[in-house]
C-alpha cells in the first residue's frame, strides 16, 4: 500500500494558463474524491468518482474546472484559464466504499498552485 | 446553508486532556468524522460516529449527539505531536460521499 500520490507537488503558473493535476489513489479504492484547501479553511469539496463514473460534482465548481478518471484508475483534474482566485492546495482522496472502513477517505500530499 | 463550527485554537500542555467541540447544520446528516491535519500534511483519518455515543481509539475518542447536532473529539495524555489541526466533516447523504469540513482547530501542546 503506497498510499495516495499526487503529481505535481507545486505548480507555479500565469494568470490564464491552462493547469492539470494527477491522482493516483489507492490500487483497490473504487472511491476518488478532489478538494480544495486554502490557508486557514478546511478542505472543500469539488468532485467525487466512482469508479470511472463522475457522480457528485460541487456547486461552487466552475465550468473551468474539469476532472476525469477514464479507466477507473488515476484521475486528472484540470483547470483552464486561472484565476488568482484558484491558488490553493489540491487534495485528493480515496476510500474503498465498501467494508469496515469505507467512510475512511486517505487523502494524499496535495498539489499546491500559485496563480501569479 | 451548511455549517460547521468549532474553535479556531486550543492550547494545552502535555499530558493533558483537550475537547474540541463541533456543531453542525447540514441538509442531511449520516455520520461525522474527524481529520488531523499538521502543517503541510496530508489530512489523516481519526474517527467516525453514525450514531450517539463515544468511540475510543487509543488516547483519541469521538462523541456524537445527533439531537443535538453536537460532537467532539477528545485527547487524552497530550503530547508534543498531537500539535496539529483537526477538523470535525460531516457525510451528509446516503452514499457516505462527499466530506463537509469545519474550517478546523487549531491545537498547540507545549511542555
Known amino acids: 500500500d503506497t498510499g495516495v500520490s499526487q503529481d505535481p507537488r507545486h505548480k507555479i503558473t500565469k494568470r490564464g494558463q491552462n493547469v492539470t493535476f494527477r491522482c493516483d489513489p489507492i490500487s483497490e479504492h473504487n472511491r476518488l474524491y478532489w478538494y480544495r484547501q486554502t490557508l486557514g479553511q478546511g478542505p472543500e469539496f469539488l468532485t467525487y468518482?466512482?469508479?470511472?463514473?463522475?457522480?457528485?460534482k460541487s456547486r461552487l465548481l466552475s465550468d473551468r474546472f474539469s476532472a476525469e478518471r477514464p479507466k477507473g484508475s488515476f484521475s486528472t483534474l484540470e483547470i483552464q484559464r486561472t484565476e488568482q482566485g484558484d491558488s490553493a492546495m489540491y487534495l485528493c482522496a480515496s476510500s474503498p466504499g465498501t467494508g469496515g472502513r469505507y467512510n475512511e477517505q486517505f487523502f494524499g500530499p496535495g498539489t499546491r498552485l500559485t496563480v501569479l | 446553508g451548511q455549517s460547521l463550527e468549532q474553535p479556531s485554537e486550543v492550547t494545552a500542555v502535555e499530558g493533558a486532556i483537550v475537547q474540541i467541540n463541533c456543531t453542525y447544520q447540514?441538509?442531511?446528516?449520516?455520520?461525522l468524522s474527524w481529520y488531523q491535519q499538521h502543517d503541510g500534511g496530508a489530512p489523516t483519518f481519526l474517527s467516525y460516529n453514525a450514531l450517539d455515543g463515544l468511540e475510543e481509539t487509543g488516547r483519541f475518542s469521538s462523541f456524537l449527539s445527533r439531537s443535538d447536532s453536537y460532537g467532539y473529539l477528545l485527547l487524552q495524555e497530550l503530547q508534543m505531536k498531537d500539535s496539529a489541526s483537526y477538523f470535525c466533516?460531516?457525510?451528509?447523504?446516503?452514499?457516505?460521499?462527499?466530506?463537509?469540513f469545519g474550517k478546523g482547530t487549531t491545537l498547540s501542546v507545549s511542555s
Open positions: 447540514t441538509s442531511g446528516f449520516y455520520g
Open positions: 468518482f466512482q469508479n470511472e463514473a463522475q457522480l457528485e
Open positions: 466533516a460531516v457525510i451528509n447523504n446516503q452514499a457516505g460521499t462527499a466530506l463537509i
